[in-house]
C-alpha cells in the first residue's frame, strides 16, 4: 500500500480503505464457501482492554459477512448460573456450529487474566487453568473448531484520548479519573499476566 508522503494520514486511511473493501469482498466469498462446506467451525477470539477497538473491528471486517452465519458472544461478568458450573462451561455453550463462524469479544482467557489482577480466586485455581484452557482448545481443534486469535493492543494515551471521546459528551470526567487510576495501579501487572498468558499458550502449539 503506498501514499503521497506530503499528506501520509490522509492517503493512508484512503489506501486502507481500498484495499479493506478488497479483502471484505473476498471474505464475504470465502464465508459463503465455508458455509456450504460445513466440515469445519471458525472461532475468532478477540482479547483487549476497554475502549482497544474490539466491537469496531467486528463491526467493520464482518460488515459484508452472512449474518445467518456469524455469531457474536461477548463475554461479561458470569451470571449466578455460570459461576454454579465450571469456568469453561459458557465458552462451550457459545461455540459455533460447523460451518458457521463464532467471534469472541473477550473469551474464557478472562478467567486468567482479570480474576488475576482483582485477586478474585486463590492461584490454586487460577493457575490450573491455563493447561485446562490448552486442552480445551485442543479438544475444539481435533473435532473440525479452526480457532483463530487477536490481542488488540493500544497504548495508554490511546486509551485515554478514546475515553475522552466517550465521555466528552456526558462531561463525567469522573469515571476518565477513575478508570485512569486503576490502568495505573494495574497496568504492569496486566502486562505480565498477559505476557505468561500467551507464553503458555505458545509452547502448547509448539
Not at 458455509?35 to 472461532?43: C, I, K, S, T, Y
Request: one cysteine or more; hydrophobic letters at 40%.
Amino acid at each position: 500500500i503506498c501514499y503521497d508522503l506530503r499528506f501520509p494520514e490522509l492517503f493512508r486511511k484512503l489506501a486502507l480503505e481500498g484495499a479493506t473493501d478488497g479483502l471484505l469482498t473476498r471474505l464475504s466469498d470465502l464465508q459463503q464457501a465455508f458455509h456450504a462446506d460445513g466440515r469445519r467451525a471458525l472461532l475468532l477470539v478477540l482479547q483487549g482492554r476497554d475502549a482497544s477497538g474490539k466491537d469496531g473491528a467486528i463491526k467493520q471486517v464482518f460488515a459484508g459477512v452472512d449474518p445467518a452465519s456469524c455469531q457474536v458472544f461477548a463475554f461479561k461478568a458470569p451470571s449466578s448460573e455460570e459461576l454454579d458450573h465450571d469456568f469453561l462451561w459458557r465458552t462451550h455453550l457459545a461455540l459455533p456450529e460447523r460451518g458457521r463462524i463464532g467471534i469472541f469479544n473477550r473469551s474464557h482467557y478472562e478467567d486468567v487474566l482479570v480474576v488475576r489482577v482483582h485477586d478474585l480466586v486463590p492461584k490454586a485455581v487460577w493457575s490450573k487453568r491455563y493447561a485446562q484452557i490448552n486442552d480445551f482448545e485442543r479438544m475444539l481443534s481435533e473435532n473440525g473448531v479452526t480457532i483463530l486469535k487477536f490481542f488488540l493492543h493500544i497504548s495508554r494515551e490511546e486509551l485515554k484520548e478514546r475515553l475522552l471521546e466517550r465521555l466528552h459528551e456526558q462531561g463525567n470526567t469522573i469515571i476518565l479519573v477513575t478508570h485512569e487510576h486503576d490502568i495505573a495501579a494495574h497496568a504492569h501487572r496486566i502486562i505480565h499476566i498477559r505476557d505468561g498468558m500467551v507464553e503458555r499458550d505458545e509452547k502448547v502449539r509448539e
